[in-house]
């Protein structure tokens, strides 16, 4: 079993300032701190899409990106990736690469609880059958980005709100496409 899980603290520019415990990071007063995104890639040109347990302190139960999480402390962050992927879905993480290195957020949960993130976005293809981690997701979809444009446009506060404002700049990055799937 790993210690107590740690976060990066980051000041405005993104420089690392010091580490603090995830378990108490998350508050009304969360401070800047480094996160990531994934979204995992099928042949199809589909993103898999998550919905995130009811036991999640921050908008449980709504769809999200296939995963998210913090580096640790000197952690890097393709290792992290991988190590989340295998930790909430149970699969291996492949061809792992960088989408919107400068991804950047605040959000403040319905409770009150911020997310207060540098979160470089990735995307990855995986190997195995998923066998997703219950405390983590409670269901997960694969989604064409155009039913997913869709869906986000009707229903927003079906979504986290990263993926609310990811999706928009995958999508300018041409990372994802709406009536293909993924890039060539």
């Not at 059958?129 to 409670?138: F, I, Q």
């Not at 986000?152 to 995958?170: I, K, V, Y």
Request: one cysteine or more.
């Amino acid at each position: 079993m790993n210690a107590t899980e740690m976060v990066v603290l980051l000041d405005d520019d993104g420089t690392p300032i010091g580490e603090a415990p995830k378990e108490g990071v998350h508050t009304r007063e969360t401070p800047l701190h480094l996160a990531f995104s994934c979204y995992l890639l099928n042949d199809d040109g589909e993103v898999l899409l998550t919905r995130r347990s009811p036991e999640k302190k921050t908008w449980p139960g709504v769809w999200t990106n296939s995963f998210c999480g913090h580096p640790g402390p000197g952690e890097d962050p393709v290792d992290a990736v991988a190590r989340r992927a295998q930790f909430e879905l149970g699969v291996d993480a492949n061809r792992i690469e960088m989408a919107l290195p400068d991804f950047r957020y605040r959000a403040v949960d319905p409770t009150g609880v911020v997310e207060n993130e540098i979160c470089p976005v990735y995307t990855a293809r995986i190997s195995g059958s998923l066998t997703p981690n219950p405390s983590e997701v409670a269901d997960w979809a694969w989604m064409s980005p155009a039913v997913l444009a869709s869906s986000l446009e009707r229903t927003p506060a079906a979504f986290s709100p990263w993926l609310g404002l990811q999706f928009p700049q995958l999508l300018e990055a041409r990372v994802l496409q709406p009536g293909s799937g993924a890039k060539a």
